[in-house]
């Protein structure tokens, strides 16, 4: 009969455990924050909630069950009380740490769910290996805001392994990259010159906007925006805003778009719409030194040259008009192939009127009766100069001006400033 007491019977009967070993336990009860196992040892082992995923708040009795068995690895034997302290999640990030090291060296594209939104980047676990993506890496453009990405799937790629200074870095910038040239390539090959397509909005700048054609991104300069003048174009164009753009220009992969559709371009029939003796209405739309420029139609803006606005001197054009006023005005000039209209005001202003000339009885008095018999032509009116240093001939002198010596006048002032 053996010497042996019933205890040390007992104490033979179980296994001897370390700290570290991999062990398997069948669960013999379960709360919200920790689970029992029975390891074979002779204490039952503690799996708390911490130990077993990296989620937070996990209620434990939802995804461990009595009776089921797991493999653990021990963290400590004795915790102190007797019992001994189970882990799963680093057991389990063991496991995943070889999956991505695998992925890393073969270039394998992994898909995870974003379980936190961080400073620098966002994170993902792998079978409870956590992988941290930078925001220069989660995106193709600039993301201003991560938080869209909280629990949502995405694809990833390992860009650095390197568990023992704890950095495993994952790209999804270059996924898109790669995704984005294959689209755009694609894309480009149905494009042409002329073009009319559909797009959205997809940044507003000081200088553009740039639109999406469905896979290729397009330039709309400022230029390009309206036949007419656009001063902020974030003031006319929203992110989001679905577009139809004319295809301007192709140059490898930029292409420049156009909202200046040629049939509905003002300057068509600006000769017939505009002619040369018309007196038309328009609002000031800008003023430098030399003159205001007037829109006379969205698209049409046409020049009043400082020495036009008025027949009295005009030292600057600010000095008599304001930015939207509404003015009435002559056409002196009108040049459709280079976009130009010249206006005059002072062509409107009225004359002053001519002396009476004692009634005509027939007799011939000084001078040559060729002169009595001779009248102003008809439809000429009379441009009498103001008595003043510099004026245009002697002083109480008489000029005939038509249209085309004014718009001469117009152009050689013009030139002189």
């Avoid at 009776?67 to 915790?79: H, P, Q, R, S, Y």
């Avoid at 063991?94 to 073969?106: D, M």
């Avoid at 992994?110 to 989660?138: C, H, M, N, W, Y």
């Avoid at 990259?177 to 149905?190: C, D, P």
Wanted: aromatic share 6%; hydrophobic share 40%; glycine share 8%.
């Amino acid at each position: 009969m053996s010497d042996m007491t019933f205890e040390q019977m007992l104490e033979e009967s179980f296994k001897t455990i370390r700290n570290g070993e991999v062990v398997d336990g069948t669960v013999i009860d379960v709360k919200p924050e920790e689970a029992i196992l029975n390891i074979g040892y002779k204490a039952d082992g503690i799996l708390t909630r911490s130990e077993y995923t990296n989620e937070p708040n996990v209620d434990l009795t939802d995804v461990i069950k009595v009776g089921e068995v797991m493999t653990v690895k021990v963290l400590k034997v004795n915790d102190g009380d007797g019992q001994v302290l189970l882990t799963y999640k680093r057991l389990a990030a063991e496991k995943g740490l070889e999956v991505l090291r695998e992925a890393a060296e073969a270039g394998t594209v992994l898909t995870a769910k974003v379980d936190q939104i961080l400073g620098g980047g966002i994170t993902v676990t792998v079978d409870e290996a956590r992988v941290f993506i930078p925001a220069s890496l989660v995106s193709d453009t600039y993301e201003k805001d991560l938080n869209k990405y909280k629990d949502q799937e995405i694809e990833f790629v390992i860009s650095e392994f390197n568990p023992r200074r704890n950095r495993v870095i994952g790209d999804r910038r270059q996924l898109l990259v790669k995704e984005r040239a294959a689209k755009q390539k694609e894309v480009l090959a149905t494009l042409n010159i002329g073009d009319t397509v559909d797009g959205v909005v997809k940044n507003v700048t000081d200088f553009g906007a740039f639109v999406d054609l469905g896979g290729v991104d397009g330039l709309l300069h400022i230029s390009e925006m309206s036949w007419g003048r656009v001063d902020n174009p974030k003031k006319v164009f929203k992110e989001g805003q679905e577009l139809r753009v004319l295809i301007k220009d192709i140059n490898d992969t930029k292409v420049a778009l156009s909202l200046k559709f040629p049939d509905e371009n003002p300057w068509e029939n600006a000769k017939e719409d505009f002619a040369v003796g018309k007196v038309v209405a328009g609002r000031v739309a800008r003023m430098t030194d030399f003159g205001a420029f007037v829109e006379l139609a969205p698209g049409i803006d046409a020049l009043l040259h400082v020495s036009q606005i008025s027949k009295d001197h005009v030292e600057k054009p600010s000095d008599v008009l304001k930015i939207n006023q509404q003015i009435e005005a002559k056409i002196v000039d009108v040049n459709a192939d280079e976009k130009k209209i010249s206006l005059s005001m002072k062509a409107l202003e009225s004359a002053p009127a001519p002396e009476e000339s004692p009634e005509f009885t027939g007799e011939v008095g000084e001078g040559s009766a060729s002169d009595a018999a001779d009248p102003e032509p008809a439809g000429e009116a009379p441009f009498c100069n103001e008595t003043s240093e510099g004026a245009v001939g002697p002083a109480g002198s008489c000029e005939v001006v038509d249209d085309e010596l004014l718009a001469e006048e117009v152009a050689e002032e013009t030139t002189e400033e």
